[in-house]
């Protein structure tokens, strides 16, 4: 069973950037639809983005603009370029994946093989 671990949180301060990445185990990624969810203190799991096996996006509207979600398929990895982050963005962000489809997943029902999370703190 494929496992993916997140990476390449921190600490940054407000209108700063980070770059979390998601690696696989073993496995192929390129076969799967990718996600991005982030769960912040208190709040439910909540979808940040999330890109097919054809390389199509969808972004959360809190995060248009100022996040891109890509896939490197020759690394197995997955990045989250985080950029104009506010306070508001502060939680364990996520990976998971789904089966390879056009349809791009935005629930947490869609997706399995859950990371143990990487923490993104936004200082004011």
């Known amino acids: 069973q494929v496992q993916l671990v997140e990476s390449g949180g921190g600490l940054v301060q407000a209108v700063g950037s980070l770059r979390p990445s998601c690696a696989a185990s073993?496995?192929?990624?390129?076969?799967?639809?990718l996600c991005w969810f982030r769960q912040a203190l208190r709040k439910e799991r909540e979808f940040v983005a999330a890109?097919?096996?054809?390389?199509?996006?969808a972004h959360a509207d809190s995060v248009k603009g100022r996040f891109t979600i890509s896939r490197d398929n020759a690394k197995n990895t997955l990045y989250l370029q985080m950029n104009s982050l506010k306070p508001e963005d502060t939680a364990v962000y996520y990976c998971?994946?789904?089966?390879?489809?056009?349809?791009?997943?935005?629930?947490?029902?869609?997706?399995?093989?859950w990371g143990q999370g990487t923490q993104v703190t936004v200082s004011s």
């Open positions: 073993e496995g192929i990624l390129s076969t799967y639809n």
């Open positions: 998971a994946l789904a089966k390879g489809r056009i349809r791009i997943g935005t629930t947490v029902l869609e997706y399995d093989n």
């Open positions: 890109i097919n096996s054809w390389g199509g996006a």
